[in-house]
């Protein structure tokens, strides 16, 4: 076999041109005074991020990051900082020495580390020979999904993906207690307690245009979600990222037509039931599993076997569809996609729902 | 029949290359266009034509098959949103009462203001 | 030529993730903080992804036989490098690093949720985010609540003596 | 030709940014990341056929509805400093007159 030797095609120099870009724009992160400038920068190094996991053919990261990182941080972000009522930073130069030469130092010391990993792209390294290469052989006779990535995320790693959806729903259940779900803002609002701007709405503007554009895409962002999660399977997509899509339509409603009628839409009681659905959803396949006699979440013991034998093609019967497998992942993947939407839309509840509290803020020191 | 494919494909290429192009202009029309209003201009109006150039000269190169129809729904919602954040942006920028440079005017008395700008940053080239 | 295009990569992801624990360390703002965290983690994922990719590999996801893309992407490598990359006439990049970082996106998305809560409410709680001033309150505040256990202790003393 | 449209867009991209990182206003921030958003867009609808496999083209519809979120939300948030308040005639008018 050739040795191998990275040399540049037009893969890699695009790859550089976007590191370059992401590292201009980590310079401007790190100058800026203002906090807007730098949450809108945020914006734009996470999208740079998703266009470079697209570059390195990471369909599903770079679809995950383009949809999280722009859309749902971006309004946590702004919620944190209309809450927090800081928009400008006060930067001495004392405190810029001292974590400067511990960065430079730690990164002298990563740099000299990363002079043993395997050069860029390289087949042989040990992750890509051996690990890598035996997902790729053997999810078309394990799991027969095209997408390996939904394949291992679903099925060989379900039982840690049933950890992390736990994880984002325990998020939520933190983000609830700190900042309630938003209710208390939705009773009538006091004219003391009314900020300055809600007048400068009443006459001023009226944004046709916005509305009734945004009439038309919120439909379409919601089905869009529904796309991405059952084509999951076969091509980039899945349960996280179809969870935040349908999230970030419900977020583009309460932007438009205010959290009032976005909370009449989707009560917060429904989100937070959607939430413990979605685990409740994902966990019940495993024990479904156990009860035909498979393990926790493997998907093959998902039908009796008699029943899966007397499927189409079903690979107990000679063909090669694991009935088990298509739909174990589509069901759990839609529990997921309960979870994450539902603590998602109950998250940016939390941050918008609880301005007023604030605005009258001066009773406690 | 190769050959036509063929013509096709160069075809696309090339409206897919004018496309970048013109984006490249846009570009550098919201770099060296005065203010907020102008660059709205420059980005938006080279955005969506950028946008159509590129996304049917990809669909010619794709033929009839789902990318074609998944490039059409891109250019689709890009035609849709584009605009229509231009449009809320000039608007939310003119109601919280930053003035165009050049020119500034009244909407509802319809006269003329004398441009801000001329008193506020001093510069020479006033209004006409 | 071939070790900086081999090495260039990690060396770019390490300056972003300094980069990030330099935002972190410098600022005072607690919400700048954040931000600088979720640049360390993102620069996380660009390393692990970094290490997945495979030269001349594409995305991973199985491409059947009668897919004109096999012709394609097989005549854009060398065929000697092809062989020992390919799975049946393909080359994919690493799907594993993939999937460790779809989810720490997300989980990284929901940590930073309750980051900012927390900020929230220090800022309820102190009135302030900046670092120094919520350290200064707490002074304040343990110095007072010294000074009244005193106080406690004092009566205490006195009223059984 | 294909490399040369993904050269332009490049280009254009580094171009919006500089606007992103100079922009006086911070409604010149939003514009340019709009228009970043676009461009990016296209690039990945672009690179997709540079590269041989356009399985990205989902990546490039996602993109375009997110960006005009992101957009929409920075923008109520630089001018009306609220992230509940509605922009739509029918409750803002009864808010006002009642309140």
């Given amino acids: ?78 919620g944190a900082i209309l809450l927090t009522r800081t ?41 890509n020979a051996h690990v890598g290469r035996f997902y790729i052989e053997e999810t078309k006779n394990d799991v027969g999904v095209p997408n390996i990535v939904t394949a291992v995320l679903a099925s060989y790693r379900g039982f840690d993906t049933l950890g992390e959806t736990i994880v984002v729903f325990a998020g939520g259940i933190g983000v609830a207690l700190m900042l309630g779900f938003g209710e208390r803002s939705m009773g009538d609002l006091p004219p003391a307690l009314r900020s300055p701007v809600m007048e400068a709405l009443a006459e001023s503007d009226h944004h046709v245009v916005l509305r009734s554009v945004a009439k038309l895409l919120i439909p379409i962002i919601a089905l869009y979600a529904f796309y991405v999660q059952f084509h999951g399977e076969v091509g980039a997509g899945g349960g996280f990222q179809a969870g935040v899509i349908f999230a970030v339509a419900v977020i583009l409603h309460a932007l438009i037509f205010g959290l009032a009628d976005t909370m009449d839409a989707i009560p917060p009681e429904l989100a937070r039931a959607f939430a413990a659905l979605g685990v409740l959803l994902y966990s019940g396949v495993g024990v479904i599993n156990m009860i ?74 | 029949m190769a050959d036509v494919l063929f013509w096709i494909d160069q075809l696309g290429m090339a409206l897919a290359l004018a496309g970048g192009i013109l984006s490249v202009i846009g570009s550098l029309g919201v770099l060296r266009f005065p203010d907020l209003y102008t660059r709205l201009h420059a980005a938006s109006i080279t955005d969506t034509g950028a946008a159509t150039l590129m996304l049917f000269g990809l669909a010619l190169m794709a033929g009839f098959s789902q990318e074609a129809l998944k490039l059409l729904i891109a250019w689709a919602f890009v035609m849709l949103t584009s605009p229509t954040a231009s449009h809320a942006l000039a608007n939310a920028a003119w109601s919280s009462g930053q003035k165009p440079k050049l020119g500034a005017f009244s909407l509802m008395s319809g006269k003329r203001e004398p441009a801000e700008a001329d008193t506020a940053s001093g510069e020479k080239g006033g209004a006409p | 030529m071939s070790s900086f295009v081999g090495y260039a990569n990690y060396f770019a992801v390490i300056i972003l993730m300094m980069g990030g624990l330099y935002v972190i360390f410098s600022t005072s703002n607690l919400i700048k903080r954040m931000i600088g965290l979720s640049i360390l983690q993102t620069s996380v994922g660009l390393f692990y992804i970094t290490t997945s990719k495979v030269f001349g590999g594409t ?14 992407l097989a ?87 | 030709m294909l490399l040369g449209a993904t050269a332009a867009i490049m280009v254009a991209m580094v171009l919006m940014l500089v606007r992103a990182f100079i922009g006086p206003s911070n409604y010149d921030r939003i514009l340019a990341a709009n228009s970043f958003g676009t461009k990016v867009v296209l690039f990945i609808a672009v690179i997709g056929y540079l590269f041989g496999r356009p399985a990205y083209l989902d990546i490039a519809i996602v993109y375009a509805l997110i960006n005009f979120v992101t957009t929409i939300a920075l923008m109520k948030f630089f001018r009306y400093r609220s992230l509940q308040a509605s922009l739509s005639h029918r409750r803002v008018g009864e808010e006002a007159r009642d309140g």
């Fill in chain 1, 1 to 78: 076999m050739t040795e191998y030797a990275p040399h540049l095609d037009t893969n890699t120099i695009v790859n550089f041109g976007l590191l370059a870009m992401l590292l201009a724009v980590l310079v401007a992160i790190v100058r800026t005074r203002s906090l807007l400038a730098a949450v809108l920068l945020m914006g734009i190094y996470s999208l740079i991020s998703a266009v470079w996991f697209v570059v390195l053919d990471a369909a599903d990261v770079a679809f995950t990051e383009a949809v999280v990182g722009a859309g749902v941080s971006t309004a946590f972000l702004l």
């Fill in chain 1, 87 to 127: 928009e400008s930073l006060t930067k001495r130069w004392q405190d810029m020495v001292m974590p400067g030469l511990v960065c430079v130092g730690a990164g002298v010391l990563l740099f000299y580390a990363a002079l043993d990993l395997p050069l860029f792209g390289d087949p042989s390294a040990p992750a």
């Fill in chain 1, 292 to 365: 035909n006699g498979g393990n926790f979440l493997d998907y093959d013991h998902l039908f009796p076997l008699a029943f899966e034998a007397g499927l189409p093609g079903s690979h107990l019967s000679g063909g090669y569809h694991h009935w088990g497998q298509h739909f174990g992942i589509i069901i759990i993947e839609l529990g997921v996609l309960f979870t994450v939407a539902a603590t998602m839309i109950a998250m940016f509840y939390a941050f918008a729902g609880r301005a007023a509290d604030v605005v009258g803020e001066g009773a406690r020191g």
């Fill in chain 3, 59 to 72: 995305v991973p996801i199985l491409i059947d036989e009668d897919d004109p893309a096999r012709a394609e």
């Fill in chain 3, 75 to 161: 005549s854009r490598l060398d065929p000697a490098y092809f062989e020992s990359a390919a799975y049946d006439g393909v080359v994919y990049s690493n799907p594993l690093p993939h999937v460790l970082i779809l989810t720490a996106i997300v989980v990284g998305v929901a940590t930073l949720a309750v980051g900012l809560a927390i900020a929230v409410r220090v800022r309820e709680a102190y009135g302030t985010v900046e670092r120094e001033e919520i350290e200064r309150k707490d002074r304040i505040r343990h110095a007072h609540e010294s000074y009244e256990d005193e106080l406690d202790e004092t009566e205490a003393s006195e009223a059984d003596a």
